[in-house]
């Protein structure tokens, strides 16, 4: 899965898309034999990025949710990498 963050969306709507996706992945429409598709998030700024990082890992560590998995980026760093981007 694929979301883009920029600043045209407020910070507790961001905080709020995320712990979706945890709610989802903690939800029961996956199952054991099933793995929750990697979320990637991309951010429009270093800043927004680092929020995010921090974001998520709070929200995982609170939930104790241990399928959802998040890769964080920029969006700079995700297109001057392309396919070798960590």
């Known amino acids: 899965m694929l979301e883009y963050f920029d600043?045209?969306?407020?910070?507790s709507a961001?905080?709020?898309?995320?712990?979706?996706?945890?709610?989802?992945?903690?939800?029961?429409?996956?199952?054991p034999q099933s793995i929750y598709?990697?979320?990637?998030?991309?951010?429009?700024?270093?800043?927004?990025?680092?929020?995010?990082?921090k974001w998520t890992s709070t929200a995982l560590v609170d939930s104790w949710e241990d399928t959802a998995r998040f890769y964080i980026t920029t969006k700079e760093t995700f297109f001057r990498n392309g396919d070798n981007s960590n």
């Open 7 to 11: 600043w045209s969306l407020s910070l």
């Open 14 to 31: 961001m905080k709020k898309k995320i712990n979706s996706y945890i709610n989802h992945a903690d939800s029961g429409d996956w199952t």
């Open 37 to 53: 598709p990697a979320i990637l998030l991309v951010c429009a700024t270093p800043e927004l990025e680092t929020k995010l990082r």
